[in-house]
């Protein structure tokens, strides 16, 4: 498995809505300024002094708030006296100067953009405040733009809010098919040799959805065998799943003499016991079923 598919299989991002996606402090939209790539960021400070301009997004109207830019040459040279420009000209301006960064607003939306004139100081609508390289801005936060930008690829898979989410896994020593008359008759005191403890790394199965080992992350399907796993549970990161996707497996491997263990069939813990050697073999030995 890749790094997106392990996120988009966690019930909280499978179905996060648009609006999660784009308040995430992970969200980190891709995108091109002109000829450059680039990154749509949200949560900058948006600044006081804005030139407000109403759009169109096909027939919906939204309303953009421009902060000053030395990208925006033309209209930087008037920026400080354009209550005094005429309308006509100032648009005229922003045309010049901003077609890169409207067309890569039409491209985020994935609606024309067109531009209907100057907007009022204040339209009191929810905004997104954003930035793409040295522009700063705000967007009217309506549902066309929440759903165009709300996609789960839109999430920078290195950040740390991202990287940090805890997820429970089950350390595994051994999986292996015993009969059902057999799995009836264990007792305290039975022992089930675990050659596989020294000899094989020992995998993890986190959140019961993935199985981390040498190959990678890979889909946990429980096939009815039982399984041997650590008496308690561990934490892992989402972080160590994507780099154990990248093949950088996190060691669990220790498991000190006498360290409790479960034996597991059908997600159901069926005995109790610790690891002992028995005949020189390491064993399950058997405390409670």
């Known amino acids: 498995m890749k790094s997106l598919e392990i ?80 309308e006509p000209v100032l648009l005229a301006l922003v045309e010049k100067d901003c077609g ?19 907007a009022a100081a204040d339209s009191g609508s929810p905004a997104l405040a954003a930035q793409v390289a040295d522009i700063i801005f705000s967007l009217t936060r309506s549902d066309t733009v929440l759903s165009a930008f709300g996609n789960i690829r839109n999430l920078d898979l290195s950040d740390p809010s991202l990287r940090s989410e805890p997820l429970q896994a089950e350390v595994e020593y051994a999986a292996f098919a015993l009969p059902a008359s057999d799995v009836a008759a264990l007792a305290p005191g039975d022992a089930l040799l675990l050659p596989e403890i020294g000899a094989v790394a020992p995998r993890l199965v986190a959140d019961g959805r993935f199985v981390v080992d040498a190959a990678g992350v890979a889909p946990f399907s429980d096939d009815g065998r039982c399984r041997v796993v650590a008496a308690d549970p561990v934490s892992v990161t989402l972080g160590e799943l994507f780099d154990a996707a990248d093949g950088k497996v996190p060691d669990r491997s220790g498991v000190p003499a006498g360290g409790g263990l479960r034996l597991l069939q059908g997600g159901q813990t069926i005995a109790q016991g610790r690891l002992d050697r028995l005949a020189d073999q390491p064993a399950f030995i058997v405390e409670a079923t």
Do not use: Y
Not at 105 to 117: F, H, M, P, Y
């Open 100 to 118: 890169a960064f409207f067309q890569l607003l039409e491209n985020a939306v994935r609606r024309q953009l067109r531009l209907s004139g100057l």
């Open 7 to 86: 996120l988009s299989t966690l019930p909280k991002w499978a179905k996060a809505r648009p609006r999660q996606i784009v308040d995430s402090p992970a969200f980190a939209m891709p995108c091109r300024l002109g000829e450059d790539s680039a990154t749509l960021r949200l949560g900058a400070v948006e600044p006081a002094d804005t030139l407000d301009l109403s759009i169109l997004f096909g027939d919906e109207p939204h309303t953009l708030r421009l902060a000053r830019s030395p990208r925006f040459a033309e209209l930087d040279k008037v920026w400080d006296s354009r209550a005094d420009v005429p």
